[in-house]
């Protein structure tokens, strides 16, 4: 017989979750019995990353886009749960050991419900529905025409990153050394990102004086094998010299009225550390407030790289902007993408201090940021923050995890989080030979997915 996952609304009493969408009042709970449901999975990056989520209790009253994530639920009952919403949720999963999943949201919510037979079905309703699979990442080989890069996928393969190695110590000659040093050692290796400090201040987006000749070291990681991306996030610091022109054009999230500067204290167009910029910014020999107009100036953020205003993607001149920046990198230097940081709710103005251009909600901003990376280099971008991009032509990636084994942000916690995202549609995909999705088998065994390809071949998702 079918299982049927029981829930409540409000103070209603428990009966079966029909199919189909369901529009909530603010604040209004809906309530589902875990129990009911059977092994648990979805919600993505968590403090502590159970697997399934009935392993133990997920609380977040403000489940808003913090690395990978998605506001859907799976349940092997053959359910999924999708919140359809870039709004901050309240996600009470197993609270205090009481068998509920309790979910609510501060505006109206819309539920989508999908009813089928199994996981596996109930897993591929909403990848339909969110336009799952996008298009596949580029070969991750520097030579698309070269013999093995019809075999080079990401499943197979590594992605280097100076971080990891320096971490911020960073120049043209240790970038080149790293490289080498990957390949005498024989490393499977087709991406290598250079990562944060590449720039004179965050936000430039222009190398420092420490890489003297950004192409010529481009083109010699390309003479090794390697595509590069390159580590860029949408701040723009307070001591950057690009901070008080884009402040004075409108390209930075304004404060609102009432706090100016988003209430953390003067700011000015004068720069930081001098830079060997590619595009030149506006005079920042003379220093005044921002904007000259007078008004109240960007909303200011604090986030782990300083104090900076946000480039606001709803407006369409900002919008505009960072692409354009973002080419120009490309065409300037040859690097072929991007690593994308940022994105997350917590590292935006608050959005009572900020007069966004059109608000989008607090997990809204991480996909136009992934937009914008999309259109510039398509299938050669990377990020750890996202919030329903499931179509998107991007590869994902996890945010750093710490040299422990545990669910408390171990490497534990790496296992289960890629179960999750899989299920999710944030996987893992390999190209075949002809650039096709080849078929792929599926079969339930005891509530968890397991996907298979023939012949080697077609999509790979860490889903069992």
Not at 243 to 263: K, M
Not at 317 to 337: A, I
Request: glycine letters at 12%.
């Amino acid at each position: 017989m079918p299982h049927h996952l029981l829930h409540s609304i409000g103070d209603g009493p428990l009966k079966a979750l029909p199919s189909g969408t369901i529009a909530l009042p603010p604040q209004t709970p809906i309530r589902f019995d875990i129990a009911s449901g059977g092994c648990w999975y979805g919600h993505g990056f968590a403090h502590r990353q159970p697997y399934p989520l009935n392993a133990e209790p997920v609380v977040n009253a403000a489940f808003a886009v913090n690395n990978a994530q998605s506001p859907m639920w799976l349940c092997s009952a053959g359910y999924a749960i999708l919140a359809e919403t870039t709004a901050s949720l309240c996600v009470r999963f197993n609270e205090g050991g009481g068998g509920i999943f309790e979910l609510s949201c501060g505006e109206p919510l819309s539920l989508r419900i999908f009813r089928e037979g199994n996981l596996p079905a109930a897993h591929r309703a909403p990848m339909s529905h969110l336009g799952w699979p996008g298009p596949l990442p580029l070969p991750m080989t520097a030579d698309a025409s070269s013999s093995d890069a019809s075999s080079a996928d990401v499943a197979g393969d590594c992605l280097f990153c100076t971080w990891t190695q320096f971490p911020r110590c960073i120049n043209q000659e240790r970038v080149l050394a790293m490289a080498r040093e990957i390949r005498r050692r024989g490393y499977p290796c087709s991406f290598f990102i250079i990562d944060d400090r590449w720039e004179a201040a965050f936000g430039e987006l222009a190398f420092s004086n420490d890489f003297p000749d950004p192409r010529a070291m481009v083109e010699e990681l390309h003479a090794l094998g390697f595509r590069v991306l390159l580590w860029v996030t949408p701040f723009v610091n307070r001591e950057a010299a690009t901070f008080g022109p884009l402040a004075e054009r409108g390209i930075l999230v304004p404060a609102a009225d009432d706090f100016g500067s988003g209430g953390m204290g003067s700011v000015s167009k004068k720069g930081g550390r001098s830079a060997r910029r590619l595009a030149e910014p506006a005079p920042t020999s003379e220093r005044h407030p921002v904007p000259a107009s007078g008004g109240p100036g960007p909303a200011l953020l604090k986030w782990w790289g300083g104090t900076a205003g946000l480039v606001d993607l709803t407006n369409p001149v900002g919008r505009d902007c960072f692409r354009d920046q973002l080419r120009r990198l490309r065409n300037d230097t040859g690097v072929d993408g991007f690593k994308i940081d940022g994105g997350d709710a917590k590292y935006q103005p608050p959005h009572a201090q900020s007069a966004w251009h059109s608000y989008c909600g607090e997990s809204g901003h991480a996909d136009k940021l992934l937009a914008v990376a999309e259109e510039v280099a398509p299938g050669a971008c990377e990020t750890r923050t996202v919030w329903l991009s499931q179509s998107r032509n991007i590869i994902w990636r996890q945010g750093g995890k710490d040299s422990h084994w545990g669910i408390d942000n171990g490497l534990r916690a790496m296992v289960n989080l890629a179960l999750h995202m899989g299920l999710m549609g944030y996987d893992i995909r390999k190209r075949s030979n002809r650039d096709e999705w080849d078929k792929w088998d599926e079969e339930e065994d005891g509530g968890v997915t397991r996907k298979a390809t023939r012949n080697g071949r077609g999509r790979k998702s860490l889903t069992g």
